[in-house]
């Protein structure tokens, strides 16, 4: 009867959080149903046949996960996943109330999950995954989650309590992602690349030396960051062979955005689909908010590219880059969603930033820390510390059928999309 209680109230508030414009109704109804029932989650899945699936990682878990929710939902399956992006247990518990009935039973297929990094050590007390695919840790916030080793050692620990029947879908690329499956009592599936590449390592690569003695590891190619070929020079650890490691198709631009369609597609086939309907469904899809997102704004062209760390942020440079963007905003906030330390820009190669012909304006929180990294860099810009003047000054300077590319980080995509759209998201 309570959970009758909280599903119908949480229904109702995410109904009127939606109508009133005031959000997408994905976080709050979860935080007040977990404070009346603390294992409301656990229940509402219990007895239910939806298997669960974790895509965890520091970047790329909401591209992967919709990658994913599409490939599915275009073969039938019925699919419930935090869209959103609200990837903590307030936002999981809300997509689930959202989707239950009024008696507290969910009826779908797939149960996708994007979970933070500090969550998932503790969501696995209570709720077991059918499948986690972990992508990559990289060194984000490190005010909140600290250094990639610790949640490393978090991550071996809850898998290691996880049942034998869960199957793990690893980034053979990245070395500490791929130790998570050296002794898992699991089923494992390693996903990478295999193209052609140097052997130079990035500014910030995060993650060089051995999982198992320590000792520093021989890379013979590496793609971007810390995520390449790679071997333990004691022999003690090596990057494992992939199951799968390309597409011949990839519906979104950037290396990074290789290994997302590959994790998705990986976990497509091994329940049950074919590389023709993956292919098929892949060049239907669109992007996720704020990720390679394109929007019309006062009849003029704007892709948002979220970047929230250095690895991320240089990978986004680079996609620019190569898709010759001449107009360019950058949006730094540090709130605690983003870190409250923005020391992080300063190991952001802006350095590699193509400078002909770009104009680039700066805004968010942090505007003169920005500014500053552009002026050391070499670049020239225009700051404006009201975002919607940033915005509206940057349309000014394009030509006609130019597009914005916006770089924000996190909570500053939230403040870029209210002002494009009129809407919120959470």
């Known amino acids: ?24 109704g994905s976080t709050w109804p979860g935080h007040i149903a977990i ?22 990682g520091t970047n790329g878990k909401t591209t992967t996960t919709s990658l994913l929710s599409h490939i599915l939902t275009a073969d039938g399956k019925k699919i419930i996943h935090n869209s959103s992006g609200a990837n903590l247990l307030n936002g999981i518990a809300s997509i689930l109330l959202q989707n239950s009935t009024f008696f507290g039973k969910i009826d779908a297929d797939v149960a996708l999950f994007e979970i933070d990094e500090n969550i998932f050590p503790l969501i696995t007390k209570s709720l077991r995954p059918d499948a986690v695919v972990a992508l990559n840790l990289f060194r984000d916030q490190l005010d909140r989650y600290g250094e990639i080793n610790t949640i490393a050692e ?29 002794k898992a009592h699991q089923e494992v599936f390693y996903f990478g690349l ?7 390592l990035d500014h910030a690569a995060d993650s060089t030396y051995c999982p198992a003695c320590g000792n520093k590891l021989l890379f013979s190619t590496v793609y971007y960051a810390h995520l390449g070929i790679w071997k333990c020079p004691n022999g003690d650890f090596s990057r494992p062979k992939p199951n799968l490691y390309s597409s011949d ?7 990074y955005n290789k290994y997302n369609t590959i994790a998705a ?4 086939k091994s329940l049950g689909l074919t590389n023709e309907d993956v292919s098929k469904s892949l060049r239907t899809f669109s992007p996720a908010f704020g990720r390679q997102e394109k929007i019309t704004y006062h009849h003029k062209h704007v892709e948002i590219i979220l970047a929230k760390n250095p690895a991320g942020f240089n990978q986004t440079l680079q996609t620019i880059n190569e898709l010759k963007a001449k107009n360019i905003l950058f949006v ?3 709130r605690i969603a983003d870190g409250k330390d923005v020391s992080w820009i300063w190991d952001v190669d802006f350095e590699k930033l193509q400078k002909d012909k770009k104009t680039i304006t700066i805004s968010g929180d942090r505007v003169y820390d920005m500014a500053l990294r552009c002026k050391y860099a070499g670049l020239e810009s225009k700051s404006k510390n009201n975002l919607e003047e940033a915005i509206s000054y940057a349309l000014s300077q394009m030509e006609k059928n130019e597009t914005l590319f916006i770089i924000p980080t996190y909570t500053a995509m939230l403040e870029v999309r209210k002002i494009i759209t009129g809407k919120k998201i959470l």
Not at 2 to 17: D, E, G, H, M, P
Not at 35 to 56: A, D, E, G, M, Y
Not at 167 to 172: D, E, I, Q, V, W
């Open 1 to 24: 009867m309570r959970n009758a209680f909280i599903v119908l109230f949480c229904k109702i508030l995410s109904s009127l959080t939606q109508k009133l414009n005031l959000g997408n």
């Open 35 to 56: 404070r009346i029932n603390p294992h409301i989650i656990n229940q509402l899945l219990k007895n239910s046949r939806t298997k669960i699936l974790f895509i965890v």
């Open 154 to 182: 978090k991550w071996r620990k809850a898998i290691a309590s996880l049942p034998q029947s869960t199957k793990l879908y690893l980034n053979a690329d990245d070395p500490q992602i791929a130790y998570l499956g050296r």
């Open 194 to 200: 295999e193209e052609k590449s140097d052997a130079r």
């Open 249 to 255: 198709y990839y519906p979104l631009s950037g290396l």
């Open 265 to 268: 597609m990986l976990v497509a």
């Open 332 to 334: 730094l906030n540090d």
